[in-house]
Nanobody, 123 residues
């Protein structure tokens, strides 16, 4: 099993940037595909990104393509989500999660996730 802890959220103005971090423990990060989803109160879950364990291939939801970049550093047990050109509609709680490839392809659900980190983009 792997435990995930998100951090790096905060308040940012439209057009600004944030970098979220997802630190793993309990299992080696390299054993898992790790991705991000987000959810705001009253909204459905939106799968936004994934990076694979094998070759580091990346996937992005349409709403964040060209603005967000996912990366991983296995030595630091951490996956990052660099968010640029933020928009008010990006406001949500962001979670990192395992089994992201299945989830983002619509073939399954995420395995586990952390407590989330709040991202607020003010207008």
């Amino acid at each position: 099993q792997v435990q995930l802890v998100e951090s790096g959220g905060g308040l940012v103005q439209p057009g600004g940037s944030l970098r979220l971090s997802c630190e793993a423990s309990g299992d080696t990060l390299e054993n898992h595909n790790i991705g991000w989803f987000r959810q705001a109160p009253g909204n459905v879950r939106e799968d936004i990104s994934c990076i694979t364990r094998d070759d580091g291939a990346t996937y992005y939801g349409d709403s964040v393509k060209g603005r967000f970049t996912i990366s991983r550093d296995n030595a630091k047990h951490t996956v990052y989500l660099q968010m640029n050109s933020l928009k008010p509609e990006d406001t949500a709680i962001y979670y990192c999660a395992t089994q992201c490839l299945l989830a983002i392809m619509g073939l399954g659900d995420f395995g586990s996730w952390g407590q989330g980190t709040q991202v607020t983009v003010s207008s």
